[in-house]
């Protein structure tokens, strides 16, 4: 058990903008699990211990308003710190199935990617059951984040035997409107950990390659649609 006066989390810049990043851990189902990156970041908490925390999301609500979201995948549950004291405001068990990935948008929606769930649940604000959940084509969703008009993109590593994808829904429809496979034309991935999208709308994927020992990123200029890699 990591110690509540001292949680240490290797945070990995992903990408640019992502509000969230991943920490290394046992992967669980057989995919290559990604290395942490050279940041460090330390959290620390007076009241909570967190079994195995591997993802952070900071609050994008008002500067008052915020607080801070650890994803433990160990307790099967998302726990909520506030601001300033990082002590226990809160806890987030239902729809919960080993979480990953976090994200919080400017509404205060709340997103898990739930890797043994093969699911995105998605939480309105305040809420502790989800509102919504994500699973169509879903494998093993390890990252997720969503764009100015709510869509929601989800970086999959897929099992292991296949190349993991990026795809896209729109919120509040169970239906991918696209899906990628980052690296396909040559050769394929060996697992997609993570992704982000800027304000025109451009994705960026954090894979690895095939064999699994060295990552790169990928842009889709103006969205998934078409999966025009570059």
Known sequence: MLASTSTRCRVAALLLACGL????GPSPNGAPVPPVGPATARVTTTQSAHQSSRGLSPDSRPKDLKDLYVSDFADNAVKILKNGTWRDAGVITAGINWPTGLFLD???????????GANVTEYAPGAVTPSFTYSANAVAP??????????????????????????EYFQGFNATVAACTPGQASGGNAGVY???VDAQGDVFVDYRLPGGITGTMAEYPGGLTGCHQT
């Open 194 to 196: 993570g992704v982000a």
């Open 142 to 167: 390890y990252f997720v984040t969503a764009d100015a008009r709510g869509n929601v993109f989800v970086g999959d590593p897929g099992n292991g035997s296949a190349s993991g994808q990026v795809y």
């Open 106 to 116: 400017k509404r205060g929606n709340l997103y898990v990617a739930n890797t043994f």
């Open 21 to 24: 990043a991943s920490c290394a």
